[in-house]
């Protein structure tokens, strides 16, 4: 089986992609019959090399929620990446094609619905982003995170799998809450906040939260992932706390291995709700406080409720963060009731075998499908 891969934008989608992806190699799957296509300068330019697997990239931007030139721009740039989509479905011949999202997949789903190669959308948030939305008519297959996503996704091409943990977090999953912390040279004693705004960073979240460093800290200990865009903001405030602040205060702008380090460490979360939430808390039983990004389409609201309403999140905006984070990470910390509540909803959504029920989709959608 040859497998074209096109996942790119967000962790949260470039993540699940790469997990099933693994998964098939486990399987007998050759690295040279996977090709992955991506945009030029996002997060896949660094982890699909990581992982050893070859990238292709095309041009292609955003079209809803940016001004109209840049929107005419971007879709002229995804118009004219439909000739160098075919070429590549014409030199690498797949047998099937895994899209998890991002708009340069449109212009390589069209040319391979016009190469009759089928298509497999894994859906990692619970509803689909406008590029999904397009290419869905062309799916023979939509694997999802939740039934929730049934409301919008049709019901005869729908597979729900959960979202498919990468490999560094399942591991850390069997680690014990004290060996986590001592990653990171804090105490097992004491409560732990894990602080997350995305890749690139959140500055509401982390302005927040430097703000409420100083009454926080006299309670808790606090994992900060900054983001890299925002991470100087983030380093020139480290220096303004005192040493005993700093003694229970650790802030990076990324974590790549010790991730789940850090998930198994924590006790409570407060990050955006991009789809990645809605693997990790599951997997690692971790209560979170969600702040959609009020200008991503609506799919991290959508996300954010179907956590809360299963009790197993709070949510609050950018607008309220400053007035509310540090009385909201109290209140929850200190309710012992109300966190094994939350915990134990939180748990219930885990689907452990997610990323071989996506493999398996995967293998069965390609199997027969002959090269055009």
């Not at 729908?158 to 060996?179: F, I, K």
């Not at 912390?181 to 995305?198: E, H, I, M, S, W």
């Not at 205060?249 to 460490?265: C, D």
Request: net charge positive; aromatic share 6%.
């Amino acid at each position: 089986m040859r497998l074209l891969v096109c996942a790119g934008g967000t962790g949260g989608g470039i993540y699940p992609a790469l997990t099933a992806v693994t998964e098939l190699l486990h399987r007998g799957l050759r690295k040279e019959d996977v090709l992955w296509v991506g945009t030029a300068g996002e997060m896949e330019e660094t982890l699909v090399p990581r992982a050893g697997l070859t990238l292709t990239t095309i041009r292609g931007g955003a079209i809803a929620g940016v001004p109209l030139h840049v929107k005419v721009l971007n879709a002229a740039k995804l118009a004219w990446s439909l000739i160098p989509s075919w070429r590549i479905l014409r030199q690498f011949r797949p047998n099937v094609m895994l899209m998890t999202g991002g708009y340069m997949s449109v212009p390589v789903a069209l040319a391979a619905r016009l190469r009759r190669v089928p298509i497999v959308i894994f859906l990692p948030d619970v509803e689909p982003g406008a590029a999904i939305k397009a290419v869905m008519p062309l799916a023979a297959k939509i694997a999802c995170t939740s039934p929730d996503s049934s409301q919008y996704v049709p019901v005869a091409k729908m597979a729900v799998t959960g979202y498919p943990l990468r490999h560094e977090l399942q591991q850390a999953l069997h680690m014990s809450r004290a060996a986590a912390l001592a990653q990171f040279d804090l105490q097992p004693g004491r409560p732990t906040l894990l602080v997350f705004g995305g890749s690139r960073g959140s500055q509401a979240i982390n302005r927040a939260l430097m703000a409420a460093l100083p009454q926080l800290l006299t309670t808790m200990q606090i994992i900060h992932i900054s983001g890299t865009f925002t991470w100087p903001e983030v380093e020139a405030n480290l220096a303004t706390l005192s040493a005993e602040q700093r003694a229970f205060y650790r802030a990076y702008p990324y974590l790549h291995e010790e991730m789940g380090a850090a998930l198994r460490a924590a006790d409570l979360m407060v990050t955006r709700s991009g789809a990645s939430v809605m693997g990790e808390a599951p997997a690692f039983g971790l209560p979170a406080i969600l702040v959609p990004l009020t200008w991503a389409w609506r799919y991290q609201k959508v996300n954010a409720d179907f956590l809360t309403k299963q009790g197993a999140a709070v949510q609050l905006t950018d607008e309220t963060l400053a007035a509310k984070l540090a009385t909201t990470v109290q209140e929850l910390l200190h309710d012992e009731v109300k966190m094994v509540a939350m915990k134990t909803a939180v748990k219930a959504l885990h689907t452990p075998e997610a990323t071989a029920k996506l493999a398996e989709v995967i293998t069965t959608t390609g199997q027969g499908a002959g090269l055009s």
